[in-house]
């Protein structure tokens, strides 16, 4: 092939996929090119083939048309989000975590790991959209904030109970964790309540660089929080804090703040546990109505998202200095 004939075919590729092309061989009618797509998800490296390949399609001379793919190896964190019990707030806390990470820059994903009660797919308006597949690892759902899911809800249809014995429902972690999560750096997991088969196989299988516990202040609550901790400590995974979730309530018509779960006991758990304290998101009307709508608070720019931009950058100072060691 001459390079004048190399230089025509290039000249057919959009120009994003020619900057990315390595190599371009032609070889008995078939085109084979060789792009780097650093940097890309996973949703995105998939169109970068279908446009590579339709550029070259009917090309003179070529009868087939193969793309492969190099990339640069991502070392991810993951930043677990446990509770120990339900009910508290954990998913939207991880939920809203995750899109203020993005916010920040950081290149994050979210895995919804509560096999039996998902509910991130609801809270990133990700509903009925199914993820793809290639090379027999699933690609993450886009959702509209800047952070790729996975979600059983994504993977079931609506309202499906999912009963599944604890090796599935680990199955089925691993096969979220090991997805193609493309560019992302960061992984947050939300985890289901309590201290069971799902910890358990992420402590052993992929083990967190770090854990955020999330509980209301009341005693019960705390009580589990203290478990989860007590969990992540016995697998030598730091807890980088304890979120106050719930505290204090505003009458939207008084404007009188209440503390109908309490105030202060998360606080004074982390100081008992030797846990930093992470900052307290109210319990909000506006913030229940968002995450039913699928519009997470720390997407937009009202009073409720300050709390989510302060805990991401908390959590991402914490992981710099992690990574600095």
Same mark, same amino acid.
């Given at each position: !092939? ?5 230089? %025509?075919?290039?000249? *057919?590729? &959009? ?40 550029? #070259?399609?009917?090309? =003179? ?60 797919? *609801?809270?990133?308006?990700? @509903? ?5 597949? *290639? %090379?027999?690892? #699933? ?8 952070? &790729?899911? $996975?979600? !059983?809800?994504?993977?079931?249809? =609506? +309202? ?15 096969? !979220? ?9 960061? $992984? ?11 910890? #358990? ?18 005693? $019960?609550?705390?009580? %589990? ?20 979730? !719930? ?7 008084? +404007?009188?703040?209440?503390? &109908? /779960? ?14 930093? /304290? #992470? ?8 913030? *229940?109505?968002?995450? %039913?709508? +699928? ?5 937009? @720019? +009202? ?23």
């Amino acid at each position: !092939m001459t390079t004048a004939e190399q230089d %025509d075919l290039k000249s *057919r590729l &959009p120009q994003a996929i020619a900057a990315r092309l390595q190599s371009l061989l032609v070889k008995d009618g078939r085109a084979t090119l060789v792009l780097d797509v650093s940097g890309l998800s996973g949703e995105a490296r998939s169109d970068v083939e279908v446009q590579a390949k339709q550029a #070259l399609a009917g090309t =003179p001379g070529i009868s087939e048309v193969r793309v492969a793919m190099t990339a640069d190896k991502v070392v991810r964190r993951i930043v677990a989000v446990g509770s120990g019990k339900g009910g508290v707030g954990k998913s939207t806390v991880a939920a809203n975590l995750a899109v203020a990470l993005a916010r920040r820059g950081v290149k994050v994903g979210l895995v919804d790991a509560d096999i039996y009660g998902p509910s991130q797919a *609801r809270l990133l308006g990700t @509903e009925g959209q199914r993820p793809k597949a *290639r %090379d027999n690892k #699933l690609i993450p759902v886009e959702s509209p904030w800047g952070v &790729p899911v $996975l979600s !059983m809800a994504n993977l079931s249809d =609506p +309202g499906q109970a999912i009963a599944w014995r604890g090796p599935m429902a680990a199955g089925a972690l691993t096969q !979220m964790l090991e997805a193609d999560w493309g560019a992302a750096e960061v $992984l947050v997991v939300d985890l289901p309540p309590g201290t069971g088969d799902i910890q #358990l196989t992420m402590l052993q299988k992929f083990k967190p660089t770090g854990a955020v516990i999330v509980s209301t202040p009341q005693d $019960l609550a705390l009580m %589990d929080a203290t478990r989860a901790m007590e969990l992540f400590e016995k697998s030598h995974v730091p807890v980088i804090g304890v979120v106050e979730n !719930m505290a204090g309530y505003a009458c939207p018509h008084c +404007g009188e703040v209440s503390d &109908p /779960f309490g105030t202060g006991g998360a606080e004074a758990a982390a100081n008992h546990a030797g846990a930093p /304290f #992470l900052g307290r998101i109210p319990l909000d009307i506006s913030i *229940r109505l968002e995450s %039913d709508a +699928g519009t997470p608070p720390a997407a937009g @720019e +009202g009073p409720q998202s300050a709390g989510f931009a302060a805990l991401a950058a908390t959590v991402a100072g914490w992981l710099d200095r992690k990574a600095a060691r």
